[in-house]
């Protein structure tokens, strides 16, 4: 089975710029989140989708969106760039929702790393 | 709240030597907890979890509910368990996303 893809794998943005990332799960994986990576703040849960809905948000302006396709494939948004957005985004996915207890294991894409200038 | 915590940023053992990576949480009720592992170049994955309670590349943890812990553990450390760990946790709050701690870099000297 082909692995987490995610597109592109770098970009350079200037402030106030908007990009879109995107992700494709592994086949037949509903659940896809996304997460930032920071060498200050870790790793820290954006949200997930499963089955083309929202389901958790983590602590993240609201220039922070997505949103998954009827295919489980799916795109994160930020508008409005600044500084401090540059990281490492990664995407995963799962067959079933985490906390689930059955089918809940992640499996990571290689991550785009976004810079802001 | 709850929370994890892993307490060491780096961690730096001698090959054959025994490797503890320290991890604490912060949960009410029975948790779930996972280690995830990232080695040079490559991408996150998942290492273990307690449910399963099995032995991967080495590696065990016991979940330890006095004590809140999740320490992983391996007895002879081989150069290529350097990597980046994460312990993490499936929910928080009743909310169900990974909640990671903030990784251990753990580099196995020669």
């Known amino acids: ?117 | 709240a709850q929370r994890v915590t892993q307490p060491e940023k780096l961690l730096s053992v001698f090959k054959g030597a025994p490797v503890e990576l320290k991890c604490n949480y912060s949960y009410s009720g029975s948790p779930e907890l996972f280690w995830y592992v990232q080695y040079s170049r490559q991408r996150l994955q998942l290492l273990l979890r307690h449910i399963s309670r099995e032995s991967i590349k080495g590696f065990t943890a016991d979940l330890n509910k006095g004590e809140t812990s999740f320490h992983l553990k391996k007895p002879f450390a081989q150069e290529e368990d350097s990597a980046m760990y994460y312990c993490a946790l499936p929910r928080i709050q009743g909310a169900q996303k990974l909640v990671f701690g903030q990784g251990t870099r753990l580099t196995i000297n020669p």
């Not at chain 1, 993240?60 to 490492?88: H, I, K, W, Y």
């Not at chain 1, 992640?106 to 976004?114: D, E, N, V």
């Open chain 1, 1 to 117: 089975k082909a692995g987490v893809t995610q597109t592109p794998r770098y970009l350079i943005k200037t402030r106030g710029q908007q990009v879109t990332l995107s992700c494709s799960p592994i086949s037949g994986h509903r659940s896809v989140s996304w997460y930032q990576q920071t060498p200050g703040q870790g790793l820290q849960f954006l949200f997930e989708y499963f089955s083309e809905t929202q389901r958790n948000k983590g602590n993240f302006p609201g220039r922070f969106s997505g949103r998954q396709f009827s295919n489980s494939r799916s795109e994160m948004n930020v508008s409005t760039l600044e500084l401090g957005d540059s990281a490492l985004y990664l995407c995963a996915s799962s067959l079933a929702r985490v906390g689930s207890g059955s089918g809940e294991t992640q499996y990571f894409g290689p991550g785009t790393r976004l810079l802001v200038l």
